[in-house]
């Protein structure tokens, strides 16, 4: 399916799944909306560091939510602080290669020399969107993790001992 006929995930439908659902069709669109050295990439690429955004903040919000009692159908507070904290990495990638994507698009490719000028540009590119795909699977390397079917519940913390409540030997 090519990157045009894939449906386009918007904030409101994503709010609408659960956080690993989001994930995976937030990166299923990046998958099919490629980044490319023209303007559809320059839109692409916005368009991913918006969702990704997007993403962050949810996956923050529900990290939140999810310590106050009675929260279910959420994985645990620390699985989406971790996705959370991949996913900046994410956006922040995708934003470090707007500069090697906007000289790309900019500068005329024309002869051997602008062409050859311009690989550090593109290896600039690749490095930060490979950087930032590896930041999108370990985000959902850690919402996969399988939970508990019952919260473990925690144990009492020891009661801290004063010197006169320690018994001596005879």
Wanted: overall charge neutral.
């Amino acid at each position: 399916m090519s990157g045009d006929q894939l449906h386009t995930y918007e904030p409101t439908d994503l709010d609408d799944m659960s956080p690993l659902q989001a994930l995976d069709a937030v990166t299923a669109d990046i998958r099919g909306h490629r980044i490319t050295v023209d303007s559809t990439g320059l839109f692409n690429a916005t368009r991913h560091i918006g969702l990704l955004c997007h993403l962050a903040a949810r996956m923050a919000a529900d990290a939140e939510y999810q310590l106050s009692p009675n929260i279910a159908d959420l994985p645990p507070a620390e699985h989406l602080g971790a996705s959370a904290g991949h996913l900046g990495q994410a956006v922040a990638h995708y934003t470090q290669a707007l500069a090697p994507l906007l000289v790309l698009t900019t500068t005329a490719q024309d002869t051997p020399r602008q062409k050859l000028d311009s690989l550090d540009h593109h290896n600039r590119l690749r490095s930060h969107l490979d950087a930032a795909g590896r930041a999108l699977a370990a985000a959902r390397t850690v919402l996969a993790v399988p939970q508990p079917l019952t919260a473990p519940s925690r144990p009492a913390p020891a009661p801290l001992r004063s010197s006169s409540a320690v018994r001596r030997r005879a």
